[in-house]
């Protein structure tokens, strides 16, 4: 079965770090694009950033760019997502997704999810 399965989500201070972890099993990831999304209630998943699969290459969205870094481990099939000086605004369920396409930004080419883990940033 394929399958991503995220952890290391939870609550945190204003300012804090965390460190997200996607386990992929079922299949080889090594020359997929790994990618973080995120969601909050009332609106689509957005794109958090992404890691090509010889991880040269990667993408980070403008509103988290500075503070959040994304890398990968073929080895183990896992793709890491650092989150630093986090705020608020960066509460929601992250979900890691794989992709072949070229299409880094556009969610409806990832055809592998992970069911999410939540970050939520409050004092």
């Known amino acids: 079965q394929v399958q991503m399965i995220e952890s290391g989500g939870g609550l945190v201070q204003p300012g804090g770090s965390l460190r997200l972890s996607c386990a992929a099993s079922g299949r080889s990831f090594s020359r997929d694009v790994m990618a973080w999304f995120r969601q909050t209630p009332g609106k689509e998943r957005e794109f958090v950033a992404a890691?090509?699969?010889?991880?040269?290459?990667?993408w980070t969205a403008d509103s988290v760019k500075g503070r959040f870094t994304i890398s990968r481990d073929n080895a183990r099939n896992t793709v890491y997502l650092r989150m630093d000086n986090l705020k608020s605004e960066d509460t929601a369920a992250y979900y890691c997704a794989a992709t072949t396409s070229a299409e880094i930004l556009n969610r409806a080419s990832y055809d592998t999810w992970g069911q999410g883990t939540q970050v939520t940033v409050s004092s």
């Open positions: 890691i090509h699969w010889n991880a040269e290459i990667t």
